[in-house]
C-alpha cells in the first residue's frame, strides 16, 4: 500500500469513528420532556369562572403552569416538569385558590379535570349577626332596667 492509498484509508476511518462518536451523542441525548396537559371547567362559587381567570399549577409548591380563561367556565393548561415529576400530584389553583385534583404528572399526558372554589365565605357574616344581636339585647335589656327605677 502506498502513502497516499494509506493516508485515505485514515482518514476514510477517521471519519467513520467520528460518525460514531457523533451518534452516540446524540442517542445518549436525553428523549425530550413534555408537559401535562389538564383541561375541563372551572367554578368559582357554582359558577362559571369569568374570562380572564388566572388558573396555575404547582407541584411541591413550584409553578409549573399558569393561564387565563379565554372561555367563560373553561380552562387548558400545560404543566411543565421533569421526569422526577413523574407520580406527582398537580395542585391547581383558581385566582390564588386551591382546588381540589387527582391529576399525577406525566410527560405528554393529557387530562381532564373539573375544578371547583368557594370565594364567599359567610362566617364573617355570621358573626356580625351575632354581635349585632347581642348590642341590641345588651341596648333592650339596659333600657327596660333603667324604665323600671
Keep these: 500500500m502506498n502513502k497516499k492509498s494509506r493516508q485515505k484509508s485514515t482518514a476514510v476511518l477517521?471519519?467513520?469513528f467520528f460518525l460514531f462518536f457523533v451518534m452516540a451523542i446524540i442517542s445518549a441525548a436525553e428523549t425530550p420532556v413534555l408537559p401535562t396537559i389538564v383541561k375541563g371547567?372551572?367554578?368559582i362559587d357554582n359558577s362559571p369562572a369569568p374570562i380572564g381567570t388566572r388558573i396555575t399549577a404547582t407541584i411541591d409548591s413550584i409553578?409549573?403552569?399558569?393561564?387565563?380563561?379565554?372561555?367563560?367556565?373553561?380552562?387548558?393548561i400545560a404543566v411543565g416538569g421533569e421526569i422526577e415529576n413523574t407520580g406527582k400530584t398537580i395542585d391547581i389553583y383558581i385566582d390564588g385558590l386551591k382546588a381540589e385534583?387527582?391529576?399525577s404528572w406525566s410527560s405528554g399526558s393529557m387530562n381532564t379535570q373539573d375544578l371547583e372554589v368557594t370565594k364567599k365565605n359567610n362566617n364573617y357574616l355570621y358573626a356580625l349577626i351575632a354581635a349585632v344581636t347581642c348590642l341590641i339585647a345588651?341596648?333592650?335589656l339596659?333600657?327596660?332596667?333603667?324604665?323600671e327605677k
Design 14 to 16: 477517521a471519519g467513520i
Design 41 to 43: 371547567t372551572a367554578t
Design 63 to 76: 409553578l409549573l403552569g399558569e393561564t387565563n380563561t379565554t372561555k367563560e367556565g373553561e380552562y387548558i
Design 101 to 103: 385534583t387527582n391529576i
Design 138 to 140: 345588651f341596648f333592650v
Design 142 to 147: 339596659k333600657t327596660r332596667g333603667k324604665k
